[in-house]
Structures are given as structure tokens and as C-alpha cells.
């Protein structure tokens, strides 16, 4: 926690977000950074799919403009977080593979939102952005706890 907030007040961008670290805290830094702008291309995507598209409908069509959005943001965050968060290589597969098994933990997270709009927009009738900011900070967690444990962990030797 000292180095990250060390970079931090030197400003130390190219140490804070550009080279490699096992630092966890640095690299948990740069993994809500990378995913405030994937949480910004999804939201952004989700709004304009139900203002646009499905004008404010609930029910199935936020499930459906919710899971359009999670693919956007998804896409987004994968390759960001190649560049700044996770940038050696999975020790468990190819690129290819790596993805797959991001996108699988990603679904895993889609599931929990899923679930948590179905129950809170469509059952309980809270608004839509309000259910997903609460279940985006849910799934921020468990994405980058799934994802440094099974795909970026490093061997023990």
C-alpha cells in the first residue's frame, strides 16, 4: 500500500500504470481503473441500448440490453488489462484460451448481475442503473480475485 501511494503523490504514471509489477495492490489499483472504463463502456452501453432501443422497458429487455453490454464491456476490459493489469502471459494457456477463460469468469459475474437485476428491477421495481451500479461493485471484486487466482497466479516454485 506504501508504493502505490508513494507513485502516487510523484506522480509517477510510467511506474503506476505502465510497467510490470507482482505488486497486488498496484496491480488491484490498475484493475479498477481498467475497469472503470470497461464499467463506462458497459453502463454506457446498457443506457443507450434501453433509451434508445428498448425506450425504458423492463423486465427481459434489460436482461437482454444488460447482457449486449456486458459483451462490450468485457471486450474492452480483456484488452485493456493485457496492457496494464496483467501483462506477463497466463501460465495455463494461449491467448486464445486465456480469453476463453476470462470470458468465462466474466460470465460468472454477468450471472450476478443478471440475478440481481431480475430481482431487484424486474421483481422489486428499483431502478436498473441503481441495481447495476450496486452489482458492478460485486462483480469488480470477484472478476479480479477469479481472474489473478486462476489465470495469473504465479507457480510457486
Known sequence: MKELFSLIF??????????????????FFRYCFVGGIA??????ALWIIQHFIFKEAAGNFVLISQAIAFVLGLTSNFILSKFFVFQEKSEKTNMFGEFITYAVIGVVGLFIK?????????????HYMLVWVISTILVLIWNYAARHIILYRKKSK
Do not use: H
Open 114 to 126: 443478471e440475478l440481481l437485476l431480475w430481482c431487484f428491477n424486474a421483481q422489486l421495481g428499483l
Open 39 to 44: 464499467t463506462v463502456v458497459e453502463g454506457g
Open 10 to 27: 510523484k506522480l509517477d504514471f510510467k511506474e503506476l500504470f505502465l510497467n510490470k509489477t507482482e505488486n497486488i495492490i498496484i496491480q
